[in-house]
């Protein structure tokens, strides 16, 4: 039988608190044991990422920002057994994208920003923004947010609004930008010693957050080079010539099994590129699948 779990059904099962230790066991494994494909369509995007942890998972996304009548991702992550390649279960992949997303941000955080930093600037106020606020609260003693989006209103929602970005940014100890942009949000006049910032938006090539001269004056890591390298705003700082893939400091799984060092000095500004892993869908996905049979939650059925 294969367990089917709708968005409902995620929501009971999973909280962040439980994410952040799944996600960051998931960035000490293999990164090469992770795949990534990118479709476009005409109105939006197709994200297909596979991976084996305990199980396999291969999570399909449809990123469609245009209609406001329908959720900007929608999608399934199919779970098997690697033994006997068996479905275990289907499930709603719109909230483990959110969380695990969040997740992995708040996991750099914890080993890239300042250990007193206290005031976070989002820019980008949607599902996924929100959903980040509440996982670096688990991380940093935060005292301050600041919110910015092309949506007023939506920045309102869920927090206060700065009279400019840069007057935000120039106060803040963390920047989380995760948004569908395509032009540069950040540039170099951006920067100040000590800051962090999280560049969550750019999953495809075509997407860019951060101007190149960000990456190229800071200590860049990476969920996945070599991903970062073609879909990331990593991407556009080596197509602009602002650095090579020996400048990146390394990737996150490195600074977690210690092969690199994470932030040792108040002063230094790191930038973490996060084009998402299903690395992470793994782990997610798979905490929610064992919650689901311990507790009896979803609908079995039979393909055959």
């Known amino acids: 039988m294969t367990r089917l779990l709708t968005r409902a059904n995620v929501a009971s099962l999973l909280t962040l608190e439980e994410c952040l230790p799944a996600v960051e066991e998931a960035f000490r494994g293999d990164p090469s044991a992770a795949k990534s494909l990118g479709l476009h ?3 939006g995007t197709f994200h297909i990422k596979a991976a084996m942890g305990g199980v396999f998972a291969a999570k399909i996304n449809a990123n469609f920002p245009g209609d406001p009548s329908h959720p900007t991702i929608q999608g399934v992550i199919v779970l098997m057994d690697l033994e006997r390649g068996t479905p275990l279960a289907i499930l709603d992949s719109a909230l483990i994208t959110t969380l695990r997303t969040a997740a992995a941000t708040a996991v750099a955080a914890r080993h890239l920003a300042r250990a007193d930093a206290a005031t976070l600037t989002i820019v980008g106020c949607g599902v996924l923004g929100r959903a980040t606020l509440e996982a670096l609260r688990l991380v940093r003693p935060l005292r301050e947010v600041w919110a910015w989006d092309a949506d007023r209103a939506a920045a309102e929602r869920l927090a206060r609004v700065p009279g400019s970005l840069d007057e935000a940014i120039a106060g803040s100890d963390l920047v989380v930008t995760c948004t569908t942009s395509r032009s540069p949000i950040l540039d170099a006049h951006h920067l100040h010693p000590g800051l962090f ?3 969550v938006g750019a999953d495809n090539p075509q ?10 004056q800071s200590k860049v890591v990476v969920d996945v080079l070599e991903q970062a390298a073609t879909m990331g705003d990593l991407h556009h700082a080596l197509q602009a010539g602002a650095m090579t893939r020996d400048d990146v400091h390394g990737e996150l799984g490195d600074v977690l099994r210690g092969r690199v060092p994470g932030r040792q000095r108040d002063d ?7 084009t998402g892993t299903a690395l992470q869908d793994v782990a997610v996905a798979s905490l929610a699948y064992a919650r689901a049979m311990e507790r009896g939650v979803g609908l079995d059925i039979a393909f055959a």
């Open 41 to 43: 369509a005409a109105a």
């Open 197 to 199: 910032i999280a560049a």
């Open 268 to 274: 230094e500004v790191f930038v973490f590129d996060s």
């Open 207 to 216: 997407k860019q957050e951060l101007a190149p001269p960000v990456l190229a």
